[in-house]
């Protein structure tokens, strides 16, 4: 069985070319996808070629984490499951490329347990819910202290901060060094970090990437604060420990999301509490997908960016 994929071939190179799937198992579905997200955080680092040492890395390889679809085939454990709306987290069962995160495709061949049913009402925003788990994730690593500061405006920064308000707690300031992600604000207080000399938070989630950030970040750390690395980072992260110690500063790194945390941001979608309202901005068939990519990795307007899989009509 053979699938449309996006394949990196190399840092810089892309095609979308044809990929061989692996033959499903019997707790395997098979997934028709609809619609698939690109990751402005490690697609950008596979893209540069600038991924530290990872499992699974090497070209040439399918990327992508974020694909939602319908189940078209199962065998006779999962047989009810056919027709479902799921979400999938990536897939790694091809043969002749790498699958990291291996999700663009126009098929996949996932384990069951990995497919995650959603509401087919929410459509093409379903495929945020990977980023939502993380936001929760980063947040839920100590529940009792939510953020008041997050840096970042993203897609993941966004989430973070509206996770926050929905598991009862103030609205977080948000850092954004870029203009353009510093509008529509959605009444949050999104700032550029020099307009925010002196302010100390007890709690900071930084989602930046920047390697570079923590001794600033330490600066506005209240005593016995804490900060958690929510972003992926591609150089080494280190910092000057004497102002750490002075403000006997904790710092947390958040990893990969639970299925915990899907349940979690599911059941605050389900009731009404979170909303993935305005976060996908753009859109372009995959036959585009060398121009889609160049717009999610360089336009700052474009905070996710989906690729639709459906056949053109």
């Avoid at 987290?89 to 347990?113: I, T, W």
């Avoid at 009862?168 to 000399?197: H, K, M, Y």
């Avoid at 710092?251 to 999301?257: P, Q, V």
Wanted: with cysteine; proline share 4%; aromatic share 8%.
């Amino acid at each position: 069985m053979k699938a449309q994929a996006i394949i990196f071939e190399r840092p810089g190179s892309l095609v979308v070319d044809q990929a061989e799937l692996n033959k499903p198992e019997d707790q395997d579905l098979v997934v028709k996808s609809l619609w698939s997200g690109i990751s402005t955080g490690t697609e950008r680092l596979l893209w540069n070629g600038e991924m530290p040492a990872f499992p699974g890395m090497g070209y040439p390889l399918v990327p992508g984490y974020e694909t939602v679809g319908e189940v078209v085939e199962a065998s006779s454990f999962n047989r009810h499951r056919i027709g479902e709306r799921v979400f999938v987290p990536g897939c790694s069962a091809y043969k002749d490329v790498r699958g990291l995160f291996g999700g663009s495709a126009s098929a996949l061949v996932v384990n069951s347990e990995k497919a995650i049913r959603v509401d087919e009402t929410v459509g093409s925003q379903a495929l945020l819910s990977a980023l939502a788990a993380t936001a929760h994730h980063a947040i839920a690593i100590n529940p009792n202290n939510l953020p008041e500061l997050v840096v970042g405006n993203g897609v993941l920064g966004r989430l973070i901060a509206r996770i926050t308000v929905a598991l009862g707690g103030q609205a977080p300031t948000i850092w954004e060094t870029n203009p353009v992600r510093r509008q529509d604000c959605e009444g949050f207080l999104v700032i550029d970090p020099s307009e925010d000399e002196g302010a100390l938070y007890s709690s900071i989630i930084d989602v930046s990437g920047a390697s570079d950030i923590l001794d600033i970040l330490i600066r506005h750390l209240s005593f016995a604060g804490e900060i958690t690395l929510a972003g992926f980072y591609s150089k080494r992260v280190d910092f000057s420990f004497p102002t750490a110690f002075m403000k006997e500063a904790s710092i947390r790194i958040a990893a990969e999301w639970k299925q915990d945390d899907m349940t979690a941001v599911q059941y605050l979608l389900n009731e009404g509490h979170l909303s993935f309202e305005n976060l996908i901005t753009h859109s372009a068939h995959t036959d585009a997908a060398a121009e889609a990519y160049e717009t999610a990795f360089n336009n700052p307007e474009c905070l996710k960016m989906v690729l639709n899989w459906e056949e053109k009509q």
